[in-house]
């Protein structure tokens, strides 16, 4: 109770309350920009990061997250865009409905399904945290190894998409982690002669050119300068929403279930929670025929799974130092930053202001009531910021944002480079978030093998010999299993005849 | 076939063999344990065989989807980039105020913003993000002309 008290203390100060409701702001208005991700968001926050205290820092962190997600199912119900890849799983369903005069009421339930999503994540990231700490106090180089290849395996295979392709992504950004000072010998690998490459390449400069550029070079490419948007209906829309919450109160939970699970899961972030959450329901449902026409059941159940994932997302990263998906990477960067070292010790160490966290995440979940209510009534004007305006200046912020860190011309370099090959990728049907994935646990998989390595003397059969390193390696054969049974299935359906095309 | 996708392949192919290669050459670790070279050697080989399997399921894959963009809209991209390149030329010389504003009003023309508003827009938004990098967060932006 002791630690609640101080950490509420940390938590309520004027700055820091004036650093959540400007990140509330920003969260939102990002999130409800088609285009706009919340990765981007928090790239873009580096700066501001390292300019505020740890509390602030992290609250603002967490209120923007929490914001961002609830707001890309704005223009997914109204554009038919989602704002972030979080809402793509319903964006259909969305968009349907307002189609049908009710776009208010599907924004209205989006919030409250946003926000009890949130509250549920945040009492599991306070339960679970500790408990896998306790586990983590006994892990070694072995289990390190293994929760690095789980996480880049899920991040490969259970993205959407192909797993070839994901695969691919995870390889490119574990080649990208190797460049720079190697860790057994110090000896300088694939650094061209250039010195700002002795330290690798910068994680943020290439996350917001991954996240950031490519996503404005999409957006000019495509041309589309004006949206049109489905008007909101007049009248009361709270307490339909809470009516259409309670009716679907077994897919909340049963959604919220599902977020936490791929939230705790490295490698796996909200877009795989909502469209996990979104089969579920589909398959459990008794109107499946709805789903993709403007089911409010699977908007419940996916728009409470993208965000029960956000809170769980942090458990891995806090708990291993394995972030979740691209945002957590982001968090784990910013955490080192501030010299909190993730591991079972952070929650030792730094027992107050985790509980600070854990307290900013239900002060912002229950702050998405109001700011998400307000931010539905200004959603038309939202939608109305002139693109070819915006564009460049998310372009100038790209370049002062990764210019920031070191000061430097090469990192805006890096952006750039970086937002070019993400847009190739994307355009290719790569997937860009295993590439951060890859260059964030390239160098934990690498040390943490060469370290169990040398280790084992070369006897392979240390690397499953405990019980916890076997497993995770049989959870990470289920994971490369997975795609492989998919595989079969679909070659199998290929060689059967069709019925009645004969 | 799939143009596109067998090229990929094509190139991760080869990317993946030059890293290979390279990393054999780097040194090992006295005791004879594999060094630095070790894990790139795997990637290199790794990125090489997926590269493959993408040449081959462009081949087999049905048809190009192309490059859904207009000559304008790519013009427009090309352009995007071209801005930052020569912010990183022009910045040190003539300063952050100067070159992000030629760079915002030059862009909000070309995409559509009318002159007279991005003549507006272009500098009020330049000084906006001075202040709130320069001068809020105190990054240390390049004076230039203005300095």
Known sequence: ?502 | MNPEEAAAGLLLLALGAYVSATASRFPHLATGYPGPGLFPQVLGALLAVQGAALVVAGLRDGGPRGFPWTRGDLFNGLLVVLAVVLYMVASPRLGFLVTSAVVLTGLMARLGAGLGRSLVLGPALAGALYLLFGKVLRVPLPPGLLG
């Open chain 1, 1 to 502: 109770m002791d630690a609640v008290t101080r950490a509420a203390g940390l938590l309520f100060q004027p700055d820091v309350l004036l650093a959540v409701l400007l990140a509330a702001a920003y969260g939102l208005f990002v999130g409800a920009m088609p285009g706009l991700t919340v990765t981007m968001a928090v790239a873009l926050f580096v700066p501001f990061a390292m300019f505020l205290d740890r509390v602030p820092a992290l609250a603002a962190i967490v209120t923007l997250q929490a914001m961002g997600i609830f707001a890309g199912d704005i223009p997914a119900a109204l554009v038919r865009m989602p704002g972030t890849p979080a809402s793509a799983a319903y964006v259909s369903d969305s968009f349907a409905l307002s189609q049908q005069g009710k776009a208010r009421l599907v924004l209205a339930v989006d919030v409250l399904a946003s926000s009890f999503g949130g509250l549920l994540g945040a009492a599991a990231l306070m339960v679970g945290a500790p408990l896998l700490a306790e586990l983590a106090l006994g892990f070694s180089s072995f289990e390190y190894f293994w929760l690095a290849v789980l996480g880049l395996s899920t991040t490969a295979f259970i993205a959407t998409g192909s797993p070839l392709k994901g695969a691919v992504s995870v390889t490119l950004g574990l080649l990208l982690a190797t460049v720079g000072i190697d860790i057994t010998l110090g000896f300088p690998r694939f650094t061209f002669g250039i010195p700002e490459l002795l330290d690798g390449v910068g994680l943020i400069p290439a996350m917001i050119g991954l996240f950031g550029f490519s996503e404005v070079l999409r957006s000019v490419l495509a041309g589309r300068m004006q949206l049109s948007y489905a008007p909101l209906e007049p009248g009361p829309a709270f307490v339909p929403a809470l009516r259409v919450l309670w009716r679907y109160r077994l897919q909340a939970l049963r959604g919220g279930l599902v977020g936490l699970v791929t939230g705790v899961l490295p490698g796996a972030g909200a877009d795989i929670g909502a469209w996990l959450a979104y089969g579920v329901s589909r398959k459990f449902s008794k109107e499946p025929q709805r789903y993709g026409r403007g089911s409010m059941e699977a908007i419940v159940e996916s728009g409470v799974a993208n965000n029960s994932d956000l809170a769980a997302e942090w458990i891995p990263t806090l708990v291993f130092g394995i972030p979740g998906d691209a945002f957590t990477a982001v968090v784990l960067g910013i955490l080192m930053m501030k010299g909190m070292r993730p591991g079972p010790a952070v929650l030792h160490d730094y027992r107050d202001v985790l509980v600070a966290i854990y307290l900013a995440f239900l002060l912002a979940n229950v702050l998405m009531v109001p700011f998400g209510f307000a931010a539905i009534r200004a959603s038309s004007h939202l939608l109305r910021v002139p693109r070819n305006v915006l564009l460049p200046a998310i372009t100038m912020v790209c370049v002062v944002g990764s210019y920031a860190m070191n000061n430097s011309l090469f990192d805006v370099g890096v952006m750039l480079v970086m937002g070019v090959v993400g847009l190739l990728l994307q355009v290719l049907g790569f997937p860009v978030a295993p590439v951060v994935l890859g260059m964030v646990l390239g160098p934990l998989l690498e040390q943490n093998f060469m370290i169990s390595l040398i280790k084992s003397e070369g006897a392979w059969v240390q690397f499953v010999a405990r019980p916890v390193s076997l497993a995770l390696a049989l959870l990470t054969a289920v994971v490369w299993v997975l795609p492989a049974a998919g595989f079969v299935r679909s070659l199998a359906a290929r060689l059967r005849p069709t019925p009645g095309a004969a």
